[in-house]
């Protein structure tokens, strides 16, 4: 059974900075970050393709960082320059590949996403 289990929310000032972390039962390649405040729809925040390639939300650009140690199987995300707006709860996911057919395109790229943690409480205030 696949866990996902998010740490390192918490309560900070406008400005400051928090590190979230996912600790996973198994090694994905395909794996990312979503957030979702009270009453607004789930959001991507940022992600990592199968080649670690990561992308971002334009609304975190240059302030978020997501990085992997596929050594512990544990998912990163650095937040800095934390706003109000950034106040939800977060919540890491994992993908598994697509799988190699032969004379099918994709395989060994990201499929959807199957796993989600719990999630992780963020409230920046003002």
């Known amino acids: 059974q696949v866990q996902l289990v998010e740490s390192g929310g918490g309560s900070v000032q406008a400005g400051g900075s928090l590190r979230l972390s996912c600790e996973a039962s198994?090694?994905?390649?395909?794996m990312g970050w979503f957030r979702q405040a009270a009453g607004e729809e789930r959001e991507g925040v940022a992600g990592?393709?199968?080649?670690?390639?990561?992308t971002y939300a334009d609304s975190v650009k240059g302030r978020f960082t997501i990085s992997q140690d596929s050594t512990k199987n544990t998912l990163y995300l650095q937040m800095n320059s934390l706003k109000p707006e950034d106040t939800a709860k977060y919540y890491c996911?994992?993908?598994?590949?697509?799988?190699?057919?032969?004379?099918?395109?994709?395989?060994?790229?990201?499929?959807?996403?199957?796993?989600w943690g719990q999630g992780t409480q963020v409230t920046v205030s003002s």
């Open positions: 198994y090694s994905f390649r395909c």
């Open positions: 996911a994992a993908a598994p590949p697509r799988p190699f057919i032969e004379g099918v395109p994709g395989g060994g790229s990201c499929s959807e996403y199957k796993y």
């Open positions: 990592l393709d199968s080649d670690g390639t990561p």
